[in-house]
C-alpha cells in the first residue's frame, strides 16, 4: 500500500486553481492512469480560456461544492456525488460560478 496525504503534495503552478497529481502513471501497472484531486475557488475557470483536452478517458466525481461544465456545445451542472467521463479528446471546460470551493477527484486513464 503507498499512503500519499494530499497536503503534502505540490500543486501545479497556477495561483487561483490548486491541481495536484497525487498518484502518476509510475505508481500504476503498466503506466495507464493518473489520479488527483482539483480545487477551483468561485470564479475560478479551467483553463483560463478556450477548452482543454486529454489524450486519455477523464473520469471525475464532485467531493465538495459545484461547478458548470462544458464539452462540445453543452453545459452540465455538476454537483457533490456527480461523477463524468470525458473521453480522450473531447474539448471541455470548467467554471466554478458558485460562492464556495469546489472539489473534484478525478482519474485519467489511457486507452
Known sequence: ???ISADSVKADDRP????????????V?????K??????????????SGTGAHDEDEYSI?????????ITG???RLTVGDASLIPAGEAHWA??????????VWVLVKR
Open 29 to 33: 501497472e503498466g503506466g495507464k492512469a
Open 1 to 3: 500500500m503507498i499512503v
Open 95 to 104: 467554471y466554478n460560478d458558485g460562492e464556495e470551493e469546489c472539489q473534484i
Open 74 to 76: 453543452q453545459e452540465y
Open 35 to 48: 489520479f488527483g484531486v482539483v480545487s477551483v475557488p468561485p470564479k475560478a475557470r479551467i483553463p483560463l
Open 62 to 70: 464532485v467531493v465538495k461544492g459545484s461547478i458548470l461544465a462544458g
Open 16 to 27: 487561483d486553481v490548486s491541481l495536484k497529481t497525487l498518484f502518476s502513471e509510475e505508481h
